[in-house]
Structure formats: structure tokens, C-alpha cells
């Protein structure tokens, strides 16, 4: 166990529906951050958020957004679902923010498996 | 931001050898190389990391070595064991953390 929690673990909706990922990181990590895995491909960084605050943006599409809440808990928002953002969407958790010293070892939770029909 | 390679996409070795997965990177400002293995349908886990300021480390049969001026670092695994059959990744950290497309591992008995 990671101790990073990831809500829902599956999910299925339809195209152009609108669903809410939740990732609650480890006790005392202040940077969470969102990855999306599609079927046998690798971890697409989407974008991470450092106590509240976004740090660092990736592929991240317009219809999706994040936030990261006072409690340090991080939801992501998927809107106007396609077929092709079926995939597993992981949240990872560590205790130093980017750019800083060395260490930053990622935490990751056992990921949101989204399935748009 | 930062771009990470990694070759090969797949590799298939025998119970026994060695297997070496490569990755580089493009900026210069990272200095936190991380390996994770992501077992099917499970989520990825650390077997090894590297700070800029070292250039080889070892634990057991996994070994990582980074090499700062050709911005490449790689994962030595010896004596391969079936359990070691999994997707394995490399990443960088510069501003963020940005992972490799992964290397599917297949160790035959």
C-alpha cells in the first residue's frame, strides 16, 4: 500500500459525459501529481500541484481540468468525453516539489480505470 | 519541458542474462533519475534511483548508471528471474517528473 487513495477505481460513462477523478496523496506530501496510462502505453504526464498551487503542466487537454484543495486532496475533471480518453489515470504523491534538491520519489496510487462507451 | 527516450520498447532475455534498458534525456537542469516496474494492471512501484551527483548504484541484482554529459542513464537487471517480467520505466526530473514510453521485460523460464 502506497498510502496514496485513488477514487473511483473503474469507471464507465458515455461520450460527452463529464466525470471526477480523486486522489487523496500520503499523510505529510505536499505535490500531487496526474498521469494518464492508455492501453499498453506509457505514463503521460498531465500536470502536478504543488500545496495548492499548480506547478507544472503537461499534455493536458483543455477539457480537462485539476485542482488541489486546502486538505491537499487533488481531483481531476474530465468533460466532454471521447472514446480515446478511455484509459487509467494515476495520481502520484511525494514530499518535495519539483526543482528542488534531489529526491521527489513518486508514490503512486493504484490509479482510476475511466472506460467512455 | 523535459523529454525522456527509452529503448528498447520490448526486450525478451533468457532466465539467467542480463537485460539493459537506456533512456535519455533533454534537459539539463534534471537531477533525479528514477526506475519504476509496473506489473500488469497494477500500479508502478521504485526499484532504483540516482541523484546528478552519482554516477553509478547498486542494490542487489539491479544496478543504474548515469552518465550526465551524453544525458543518458540505464538499468542493468543480472541474473534475470521470471518475477522480473514487467513493464519497467524510466524518468526524469527537472521541473516535473517526465517518464520514459517503458520497456516490456519478458523473462523466459
Known amino acids: 500500500d502506497s498510502g496514496v487513495t485513488q477514487t473511483p477505481k473503474h469507471l464507465i460513462t458515455a461520450t460527452g459525459q463529464r466525470v471526477t477523478l480523486r486522489c487523496s496523496p500520503r499523510s505529510g506530501d505536499l505535490s500531487v501529481y496526474w498521469y494518464q496510462q492508455s492501453l499498453d502505453q506509457g505514463l503521460q504526464f498531465l500536470i502536478q500541484?504543488?500545496?495548492?498551487?499548480?506547478?507544472a503542466k503537461g499534455n493536458i487537454l483543455e477539457r480537462f481540468s485539476a485542482q488541489q484543495f486546502p486538505d491537499l486532496h487533488s481531483e481531476l475533471n474530465l468533460s466532454s468525453l471521447e472514446l480515446g480518453d478511455s484509459a487509467l489515470y494515476f495520481c502520484?504523491?511525494?514530499?518535495?516539489?519539483?526543482?528542488?534538491?534531489?529526491?521527489?520519489?513518486?508514490?503512486f496510487g493504484e490509479g482510476s480505470r475511466l472506460t467512455v462507451l | 519541458g523535459e523529454n525522456v527516450e527509452q529503448h528498447p520498447s520490448t526486450l525478451s532475455v533468457q532466465e539467467g542474462d542480463s537485460a539493459v534498458i537506456k533512456c535519455t534525456y533533454s534537459?539539463?537542469?534534471?537531477?533525479?533519475f528514477p526506475w519504476y516496474k509496473q506489473e500488469l494492471g497494477k500500479r508502478p512501484q521504485l526499484i532504483i534511483d540516482?541523484?546528478?551527483?552519482?554516477g553509478e548504484k547498486k542494490d542487489q541484482r539491479i544496478a543504474v548508471t548515469l552518465n550526465k554529459t551524453a544525458k543518458h542513464f540505464s538499468l542493468h537487471i543480472t541474473e534475470t528471474q521470471p518475477e522480473d517480467s514487467a513493464v519497467y520505466f524510466c524518468?526524469?526530473?527537472?521541473?516535473?517528473?517526465?517518464f520514459g514510453a517503458g520497456t516490456r521485460l519478458t523473462v523466459k523460464p
Open positions: 500541484y504543488y500545496n495548492g498551487e499548480e506547478r
Open positions: 502520484a504523491s511525494s514530499v518535495v516539489p519539483s526543482g528542488r534538491d534531489y529526491t521527489g520519489e513518486l508514490f
Open positions: 540516482i541523484r546528478s551527483n552519482v
Open positions: 534537459d539539463s537542469a534534471s537531477n533525479y
Open positions: 524518468a526524469a526530473r527537472a521541473n516535473d517528473m517526465r
